[in-house]
């Protein structure tokens, strides 16, 4: 052989490393210029307070999709994360001792074990998603829309029409608490991020979710256990949902059907508004993270200027449906340059 | 043949991906009516000037004149509509289609009313790939036929799309020699009836049986044109190619082979009545530490699967599996790579993330020795280095996108990924598929070495050549059974193909 492997940086042309990257830029360059629009549109909009809304108002969303990100990076998706979060917060509050007026059959515990039950459920929620995606073999997107019914179910049996109220204290503090000024739920959301991305990034656990999604039929002959990863990312996924579920009946203060309604369209939107691809095996929580802003900014910009809110819902779907042909068109891009070879 | 019209005349053709040059100051020419074998090493460029004639790469230095006049194409549909096609090393069908829809790709025959024209569709695909000896139902789903079976359909999208200028970059690869020769068939009739062939091929005795001219480029070079006389055979071809002494390298299994006879070493794999309905039925085999078993067989009889079932990739009906003498659940590949199975799949699609760097692609397999929790990339990075050096990979070094490589060398590190530990167990398929003579060469040496550390190692493949060059005892299948099997004798092709 003559041909020789010299140690020359793998240099790439502009072009190249542009339509790469594109994914990751789109997101941002969006985030830039709706800050720079509602900044220039509403006087209020620029300030520290506002900053500290938007974040808090994206917390929950982004413990969701601390989950759903994972999830999305093994090409799986996950649609029951908005009712597995509103049946593990309505569980924690039915395990909790509730004032004489609110009219639920419910068991009260100590503060501890109905933690412990909520988190067993959403646990155990993923797990029953994973056994029917895994071992029975139904696509997640089914499965998942059958968890999302079933959820619903628990919910509407648990509460029956009726609203809890009260959580237990520590749910309570990190979900409506502050400490230092700086409420707990802003803490919490950052954490569940940051340990995302260190899962993802710097463990072997991490390294199998993106090879399970880059390519399946190649991890599985590389001896990878593909049904345990994509197992393992849904029950993640379930867990998330969950606790963001208790965090988010204390913030809302109250325990209900129906109350997390929207955060399913949002979590999706913010993963993949931030450039994870929906084919898997791109992405991770730092696109998640400016998918999250670029959210948060744009439903809160919009109410800081003078807009019709029914314009609003339909400005938000056309920006999700922006962000969406931008990922199939990023991710046509890239797999077109590399089926040349 | 001299005087036979120029089509196509590429003059100082350059091109290079950031650092790497693939192409300097490359000329070819390309008559009417003519069959031009194109070869050379893994990475010598091969494929870069193929895919700048088709269009696929719009950027690059030189000049390209088609029936004299200069063009610059910037799509592959930009060269299709000058009447340029071409077949890519990498399939590129669409396994969830049906087989005529992809015979169809882009260009599907539509009613009047304007709807798909079905009947047509399935009735011409059927015709089709009748001329290359295929007979089948169109309407079955392409990714549930074996390789050789989809690379069939992709010819005959390219070849009988009425493309004057048809480029085939190892079209064989998948194929047995029956389908060869219909192959080599279809491409003399298209030929004479004034069409030109651009076949580019690491199988020597195919390019001389095709070609009318052959072209050499070596390390991004052209090193020689010339037509094809008697006077040019292997070794010329090889001295050119490689420009040192590997002459008698193929040679070596070109005419009898005497089988090592069975040395005294303890079984490592035993399987017992294996069967899987519509593949393969009642197969036992034995594999000693220290030996190489190949499996020969032609496409589609069932060897593909046997391998899979052996790395737990498919359930059996029936059968039993030993390793060591114990018996083994291989219940998913993960298990079978935890009991020190290691297989090397036939596609690369299917071993490889041509998304990721190197390094990653040599580590996923051993990541689990490598680190219990946190990932370790300077080993990883260490150990892909070795395999580049040892194996002789041409990359700029192990960030490159795995993507980014000659077809060869992906290769390459699709073997390598396997060899950091010592397996118990190796399961080669198509271990040589898309690599050019020295690398086979250096695949013989690899397996042999690993062999001779008392490895177990299984050879699956529907190259003769294979198979000969490495097998201390051979199994031939014919349609999901074990027809015959070679041990301590002497053996030739002809037998072999005898006995598929
Ligand atoms: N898109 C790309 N980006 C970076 N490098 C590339 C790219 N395509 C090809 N190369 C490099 O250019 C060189 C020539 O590659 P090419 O694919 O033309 O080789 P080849 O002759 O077809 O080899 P093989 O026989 O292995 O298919 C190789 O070193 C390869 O790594
Ligand atoms: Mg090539």
Redesign the pocket.
């Known amino acids: 052989m003559t041909s020789t492997s010299e140690a020359r940086p793998a240099r790439q042309s502009v072009g190249d490393w542009f339509r790469n990257q594109l994914s990751n830029i789109a997101p941002f360059l969006t985030l830039l210029f709706l800050v720079a629009f509602f900044s220039f549109a509403s006087s209020s909009f620029m300030s520290f307070g506002n900053l500290q809304n938007i974040l808090q108002q994206v917390s929950i969303t982004a413990i969701i999709a601390v989950g759903l990100t994972f999830v999305i990076l093994t090409a799986e998706i996950d649609l029951s994360v908005a009712s597995v979060a509103n049946a593990t917060g309505i569980v924690v509050a039915f395990f909790t001792l509730q004032d004489a007026s609110v009219n639920i059959a419910n068991i009260p515990l100590a503060g501890g074990f109905a933690i412990i039950l909520a988190i067993a459920t959403c646990v155990a929620l993923g797990g029953i998603t994973a056994i029917g995606v895994t071992r029975i073999g139904i696509p997640s997107f089914i499965m998942t829309l059958a968890m999302l019914q079933i959820c619903d179910g628990i919910s509407a049996m648990l509460v029956r029409g009726q609203i809890a109220y009260a959580v237990p204290s520590l749910v309570g503090e990190l979900g409506s608490g502050s400490i230092f000024g700086i409420p707990w739920l802003i803490i919490v959301a950052a954490l569940a991020l940051l340990i995302g991305h260190v899962v993802l990034t710097y463990t072997r656990f991490g390294r199998y979710v993106y090879m399970v999604g880059g390519n399946r039929e190649a991890a599985e002959y590389s001896g990878v256990n593909v049904k345990l990863i994509i197992a393992a990312v849904l029950m993640i996924s379930a867990f998330c949902s969950g606790l963001a579920g208790m965090l988010g009946v204390a913030y809302f203060g109250s325990a209900q059907q129906n109350e997390f309604g929207t955060y399913l369209l949002d979590a999706i939107a913010a993963v993949v508004v931030g450039g994870t691809s929906l084919f898997g095996g791109r992405g991770g929580i730092g696109n998640t993270i400016i998918g999250l802003f670029v959210l948060g900014v744009l439903n809160n910009g919009l109410d800081h200027i003078n807009i019709d809110s029914f314009l609003k819902i339909l400005i938000r779907g056309l920006i999700l449906l922006a962000a969406l042909i931008i990922n199939i068109y990023a991710e046509r891009l890239r797999v077109s340059?590399s089926a040349s070879? | 043949m001299d005087e036979a019209a120029i089509r196509l005349k590429m003059s100082h053709i350059s091109k290079s991906?950031?650092g790497?040059e693939?192409l300097r100051g490359v000329d070819f020419t390309l008559r009417r009516g003519e069959i031009h074998a194109l070869v050379?090493?893994?990475?010598?460029?091969?494929?870069?000037?193929m895919k700048i004639i088709a269009g696929v790469h719009a950027g690059f230095e030189g000049e390209m004149l088609l029936d004299g006049a200069p063009v610059h194409f910037h799509s592959a549909r930009d060269a299709l509509k000058h009447g340029i096609g071409m077949v890519h090393?990498e399939l590129s069908v669409v396994p969830q289609l049906t087989v005529a829809e992809n015979v169809y790709l882009g260009v599907q025959p539509i009613t009047r009313l304007g709807a798909v024209d079905w009947a047509a569709m399935n009735k011409g695909a059927r015709e089709q790939l009748q001329k290359l000896g295929l007979d089948l139902d169109p309407r079955m789903i392409l990714g549930d036929l074996p390789i050789g079976i989809q690379q069939l359909v992709e010819l005959s999208r390219v070849l009988f799309s009425g493309a004057s200028i048809i480029i085939l970059?190892?079209p064989t690869s998948a194929l047995s020699p029956p389908e060869i020769e219909r192959l080599f068939r279809s491409l003399r009739s298209l030929r004479d009836q004034g069409n030109s062939i651009i076949f580019?091929s690491?199988f020597l005795e195919d390019v001389l049986a095709i070609a009318d001219e052959i072209t050499i480029?070596r390390n991004?070079r052209k090193v020689v044109a010339a037509p094809v006389t008697p006077e040019i055979d292997k070794a010329w071809i090889i001295q050119r190619m490689i420009g040192k002494g590997h002459e008698e390298l193929e040679s070596s299994y070109l005419g009898d082979i005497t089988l090592a006879s069975p040395k005294g070493a303890r079984t490592v794999l035993e399987a017992e009545g294996l069967s899987k309905a519509g593949a393969f039925r009642d197969v036992s085999l034995t594999v000693k530490g220290g030996e190489i078993l190949g499996i020969y067989g032609f496409m589609g009889c069932g060897q593909i699967e046997l391998a899979r079932a052996l790395f737990g990739k498919l359930k059996c009906d029936a059968g039993l599996l030993k390793l060591d003498g114990a018996p083994h659940k291989l219940s998913n590949t993960a298990r079978a790579a935890k009991a020190g199975i290691a297989y090397v799949p036939e596609s690369r699609r299917s071993m490889l993330f041509h998304h990721e760097p190197i390094y990653k692609n040599t580590s996923i397999a051993i990541l689990e020795r490598l680190s219990r929790l946190w990932l370790k990339p300077d080993a990883e990075r260490k150990i892909a280095r070795q395999h580049i050096e040892s194996l002789s990979i041409?990359?700029p070094g192990t960030e490159a996108l795995l993507g980014?490589?000659?077809?060869?060398?992906q290769q390459k590190v699709g073997v390598a990924k396997w060899l950091t530990y010592l397996p118990k167990v190796l399961i080669l398929s198509e271990p040589t598929r898309?690599m050019?003579v020295g690398a086979k060469e250096d695949v013989v040496k690899i397996v042999r070495n690993l062999r001779d550390q008392g490895v177990g190692i299984i050879i699956f493949s529907t190259e003769p050549e294979t198979v000969l060059s490495l097998a201390d005892r051979i199994m031939v299948m014919r349609k999901g059974t074990v027809s015959q099997e070679f041990a301590d004798e002497t053996i030739s092709k002809d037998r072999l193909l005898a006995a598929a």
Not at chain 2, 40 to 45: M, V
Not at chain 2, 404 to 409: D, E
């Open positions: 340059r070879h | 991906f950031g790497v693939a050379g090493e893994n990475g010598a460029g091969k494929s870069t000037l090393q970059d190892e580019i690491h480029f991004g041409k990359t980014n490589l000659s077809g060869g060398n898309g050019d």
